[in-house]
Every structure is written in C-alpha cells, then in structure tokens.
C-alpha cells in the first residue's frame, strides 16, 4: 500500500454558474503521508477551507484526475461511502469551535460518539481528563474559558480514533498565548494518538505554519510546488 494517506491530482473546485462561476481551486496536486503534521499556508480567499473540506468530504470537487483517502478512490465513491469515511477516518477542529451550546463539555465529546454509531463508555470522560479539562466537563461552552473551549473541540475531534485531523484556522480566532496552547495540544495529540495521526491545518499565519513538519502554500487556489533541494 502507498504511504499516502491522500493523493489529490488535478483537482478543481468551481463555485456558481455562467457569470457567476468562480474558480476557488484550479488543478491542485498534493499528496500526505500517513503520519504527517501539514500546514497549508495562503491568503485569506486562496481556497484553503474549500480544499480542506474537499478532504474531509464534505464538499466534492467539481472535477479531479485522482482523489485517494487511505487507498480509497472519492471520485467515485458513493454519497454512503463518503458518509461512512467522514464518520470514521476524519476529525474537524473549526475555526468558531462549534460546540453545541446547550450541552456540557462531556455531552459535547459523547455526541462525536453516538453520531458515529457508537457507545462512549468513558472514553469521553478519559479523552477529557487528558486534554486537562476533566474539571470542568459538566459545564457548557458559555460557561469556560476560549481555551478550555478549544481543548473540548480537540477531544471532540478525535472522539473515536479518527486517521485524519483537519483544523481550519484552529487559531483564528484565539490571542497568541491561547494560539500557542491549542499549537502545542494539536503537537501533543499528533504525537500520543495510538494507531497514528495524520495532521493538517489552514492557515494564512506562517508562524502558526511553523509548527507544522511541511508547509504546502496555496496561492489563488494552485499549490505552489517548492523545488527540490538538489536543484539548489
Ligand atoms: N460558497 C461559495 N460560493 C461562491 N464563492 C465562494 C464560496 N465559498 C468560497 N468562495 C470563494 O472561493 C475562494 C476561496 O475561498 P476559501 O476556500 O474560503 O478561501 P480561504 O479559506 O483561503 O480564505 C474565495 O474567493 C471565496 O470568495
Ligand atoms: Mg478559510
């Protein structure tokens, strides 16, 4: 089996129609190894959130010469399929965290589970415990800190052992103490998650960037391919 956990090849996103039509992404290449920390770097509008929600299948390309998850082929693939791949193999950490506003930390980290078909018993109380915010579990998101916030939304993520972590500008919306703190956690989990992790992060911070083991740049929805050091 390839090491790649995705290998994308020509692949293009168009949003609207006739006049309208826009190209968000316009033939991009990348492949992720199984294991890797990526950042994908660009300015705001460069297509970053359009390809990460390609790879985390909740957005189809609108044509694509290759679209492999972990061997599998998503050009073809089913809507059942896709459904099934995004439940199980993909974790999302957003930008506006998301988490449901009348539930508790726990009951926000339980629900990954029950919508994946399955029974947390304690896994969400350990998943937690190990993020530091064991403590406040039984409060809602109202009542904790952005960062406490931030940490819920990374348990959430990988609620279930996902492959694959997709954060979307998982910083946007923090102060640089706060951005370092969720930088180090996602580190952290990369590192510890048994059976292994695949990492990617949008970002239009090039610090943020440089927590990252690879940086892809995007530019005008085209990854700019960097030479290869021999041809220095
Ligand atoms: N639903 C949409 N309909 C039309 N255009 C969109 C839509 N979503 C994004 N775009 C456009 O596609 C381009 C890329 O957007 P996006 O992927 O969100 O970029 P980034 O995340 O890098 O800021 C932008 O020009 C944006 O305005
Ligand atoms: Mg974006």
Redesign the pocket.
């Known amino acids: 089996m390839s090491n790649s956990l995705i290998e994308a090849q020509d692949l293009w996103l168009r ?2 129609k006739g006049d309208a039509a ?1 190209d ?1 992404l316009r033939g991009v290449d990348l492949a992720i190894d199984r294991g890797e920390f990526v950042a994908i770097v ?1 300015p ?8 990460l929600h390609i790879l985390g299948l909740m957005l189809n390309p609108t044509k694509a010469a290759r679209l492999t998850l972990d061997g599998q082929d998503l050009v073809t693939a089913s809507e059942a399929t896709r459904t099934h791949l995004r439940k199980t193999k993909i974790g999302f950490v957003f930008q506006r965290l998301n988490l449901v506003s009348v539930l508790s930390a726990a009951d926000n980290v339980r629900l990954a589970y029950w919508l994946r078909g399955e029974k947390p018993n304690g896994q969400a109380d350990e998943l937690l415990d190990r993020l530091g915010v064991g403590p406040i579990k039984h409060k809602r998101p109202t009542q904790m800190s952005v960062g406490q916030q931030q940490r819920v939304a990374v348990a959430r993520a990988i609620a279930g052992s996902p492959q694959l972590l997709l954060a979307d500008e998982p910083t946007g919306s923090l102060d640089s103490c706060n951005a370092r703190l969720v930088l180090d956690l996602l580190r952290q989990v990369h590192e510890q998650q048994a059976g292994g992790l695949t990492t990617i992060i ?1 970002t239009h911070n090039e610090d943020v960037a440089n927590a990252a083991d690879r940086i892809i740049h995007i530019h005008d929805g085209q990854v700019a391919h960097e030479p290869s050091i021999a041809s220095h």
Do not use: D, F, Q
Request: net charge positive.
């Open positions: 949003y609207g826009y968000a660009g705001s509008g460069s297509g970053k959130s359009s390809l949008v």
